[in-house]
């Protein structure tokens, strides 16, 4: 048997954690039988979803928008931005909801790190200048 999901968000089971599963069985003479098993539900990481606009030209401070989300209850606790211009990363706050970036030279990528609340590594999403 194979649940969807959505079923287990109905039973309760809606992030990751370790959960009792049980299920019962009846045969034609109304006899039952009673079985548990443990389900362990992993956390997911979240996905990182920056925009901005695709290019900017040097000198001109560029923008980067930042968002995520998490199918489970996970928030983010921090933001990291590599600007792919060999800058050192900057760190944000949970809170920022952009980051700005003024380019000296030249780069082909950004890219927008998220920390969350309950999985510490870091999960990437990439903007490509065009
Ligand atoms: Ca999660």
Known sequence: MALSWGELA????????????GATATNGED???????TLTVRNTPPTVLPSG?????????????????????????????????????EVFPSDAVTAAHVYMRPARWTSA???????PRLQPSYLIFL
Do not use: C, K
Request: charged share 15%; aromatic share 14%.
């Open 113 to 119: 790190w998220v920390r969350s609340t309950r999985i």
């Open 53 to 89: 606009a695709a290019g900017v030209y040097v000198g001109q401070t560029y923008v980067v928008t930042l968002a995520a989300t998490d199918p489970g209850a996970d928030t983010v606790s921090q933001w990291q931005v590599y600007w792919g211009d060999g800058s050192l990363p």
């Open 31 to 37: 006899r039952t039988a009673v079985a548990f098993a």
């Open 10 to 21: 109905d039973w309760g089971i809606s992030d990751n954690g370790v959960f009792t599963v």
